[in-house]
Structure formats: structure tokens, C-alpha cells
């Protein structure tokens, strides 16, 4: 199994691409410990997958560090952080976003690469070695209008990650992005604006290979990156987008 042995932290877990990839890397002999801000939802991941759960809000500073410390608790070293947590708002004017949604947009999208990094990358140190992964966005690359300041968010954590790959390597500890496009998972919806027909057809136009991204295709990319197999990349920003980029 590729992460046999590993100790990995999922945050987002509780659904979509999160739980995917926690499906995954479960699959592939991964200790988890999946974090979510909805403990329900969590909760019924990490049974399904006989893993460990925790509550936390990405975008607090003292939840991300009681998050780091149980888990560094339990089992003493923890190898993976995969920072998936993250929404988006409306498509609406870049002038109509409320200064409320875009602190919100930025406290969770952007401010939990920061914590993660504040709690998880000095134990990392420790033990010399790490594999760190944003789920970032196509967003990020290739803007959409009229979703402006989530496009910012995500442009963000691709800079962080390649900063970040920088200054860890000499570390030995490895950051990545991923950069899927819009997928079949809760935040579909907002993306769209109006969950209809039309507007699906019109969004899958501009995807080459004509689908949206599914949690699986997260997942096994993911699990690519925090692999050995990956163990000479860092600083990407990996494109899971059907050629929407190109």
C-alpha cells in the first residue's frame, strides 16, 4: 500500500473532495485523523472508514492548534496535512461582495494554509520530513468572472505553496497544490449561482474532456503527491481539470 505507515490529516473531510481523498488514503494504509467544522458530518466519514475524527474551524488560530496538538498527541508524528477545507461565494460584481463574505472567503481559504503551517510545520521539522497539499483551484489559474475575490483566495494559496516549497525543502518537507476544476461536490451549487441544465452544459463547454472533476480523480492525485512516488516534487500546482486550462 503506498501510504502504508503514514500519519495524515485531512481537513474538510466531511464531504466532497475531503472525503474522497480520505477514502483513499484509508484505502491505502494511512493513519487519518479527518477534521471538519461540522462534527456530524466528520463523525460519519471516519466510521465509515474506521478512522479517527476531530472538530475544528480552519479559519481560528486556537481550534487549527488544539487540532495539531491532539493529533501530534496520538500519534507522534504526523507525516501528511492536506488543507482542503474551503468555500467560495455567488458569482456577483467583484464591487457587490460584502467586506463580511470576503473576510470569511479569505479566513478560510487562506488563513488555514497559514495556521496549518504555524502548528504542523515546526513538528514536521522535528522529524525531518513532511508532505504538505493545498487543494487550490483552477480559479487560481484561470479566473472566472464574476467570482473574483475566490479567484484571489485560491491564486493565493498557489504563491503560499510554492513559497512555502522553498522554504521547507531544505527540510525535507514537500508542498503541493492541486488545481481541480469546479467538481460534483457541495459547493457545485455556488459555483453555478442556479443549479440548472443550462447553466451545467454552458460550465461543461469550457472543460475539453467534457466532465466535471469527482472527488476520485482528487483523490488519486493526491495520493500521488503524498506518496514516496512524488518524493522529487514540490511547488506544483497540479491541474486535475479536464484541459480547462490549456
Known sequence: MRLSGKNAIITGAGS????GIAKKFAKEGANLILGDIN??????????????????????????KAFS??????HKEIHIVVNNAGITHLPMPLEDLSEEEFDKVFAVNAKSVFFS?????????????????????????????NLNWYNASKGWMITATKTMAVELAPH???VNALAPVAGETPLLKSFLGEDTQERRKAFLSTIPLGRFSTPEDLANTACFLCSEEASMITGVALEVDGGRCI
Open 16 to 19: 466532497g473532495f475531503g472525503k
Open 39 to 64: 462534527f456530524h458530518k466528520v463523525e460519519e466519514v471516519a466510521k465509515e472508514f474506521d478512522q479517527d475524527c476531530y472538530q475544528v474551524d480552519v479559519s481560528k488560530s486556537d481550534s487549527v
Open 69 to 74: 496538538e491532539y493529533a501530534i498527541k496520538k
Open 117 to 145: 503551517g504555524k502548528y504542523f510545520v515546526p513538528h514536521m521539522k522535528s522529524i525531518g520530513q513532511g508532505a504538505i497539499l493545498n487543494i487550490a483551484s483552477t480559479a487560481g489559474l484561470s479566473p472566472r468572472p
Open 172 to 174: 525535507k518537507i514537500r
